[in-house]
């Protein structure tokens, strides 16, 4: 007669490299996986989609550059509309529709340059190109908050263009 072995006794006489054979066989091993491969979706997968919608949008831009080379302005306005659907967010594509608005003559690059200031990402030269397209459109108000930090800053009197630029807008409000 054989004698009877009880599981718990059976697994533990067993290799361990068979018990953990039967362990990854099992359903654990899609826990495993699962639990592995969760971080790495959550923490790698949504920025490198972001960087992709930015090459792209990035590639967008570019290409709208060119047709406003071609004089294909309606080309020109399609591509960036769908530039920035893809990548509103980057301060770098931000800059780009700006100067692409800007050199449109439209009044949107008034909005985008107002948009790169107020997330606190405007470079000195947004900062001036906003007050400048603010000037242009007649539409003081929206450059308020820019000349009146500039006008209370030592710094605007020895810089010509912002000294020019709040004496313009002074002007313009009154």
């Given amino acids: 007669m054989s004698r009877y072995i009880p599981k718990s006794d059976y697994e533990e006489a067993q290799p361990w490299h068979r018990r953990a054979w039967r362990w990854w066989k099992g359903w654990k091993l899609a826990v495993a996986a699962a639990v592995l491969a969760a971080p790495l979706v959550f923490l ?5 989609y972001r960087m992709q919608r930015q090459k792209q949008a990035a590639k967008l831009m570019a290409e709208a550059a060119e047709a406003a080379r071609r004089g294909d302005a309606e080309s020109q306005g399609e591509l960036i509309r769908r530039a920035a659907t893809l990548g509103m967010g980057s301060p770098e ?7 692409q608005f800007v050199e ?4 949107r690059g008034l909005v985008v340059l107002r948009a ?3 997330r606190g990402e405007a470079t000195d030269a947004d900062r001036r190109s906003l007050v400048e397209q603010a000037l242009s459109w007649k539409q003081p108000s929206m450059a308020a908050d820019e000349v009146t930090k500039r006008l209370g800053d030592e710094s605007t009197k020895k810089d010509a263009a912002w000294s020019g630029l709040c004496a313009r807008w002074l002007a313009a409000t009154d």
């Fill in 116 to 118: 790169l200031v107020e």
């Fill in 44 to 48: 790698g997968v949504r920025p490198l």
């Fill in 93 to 99: 594509l931000m800059r780009s529709m700006a100067a």
């Fill in 104 to 107: 449109m003559e439209d009044p």
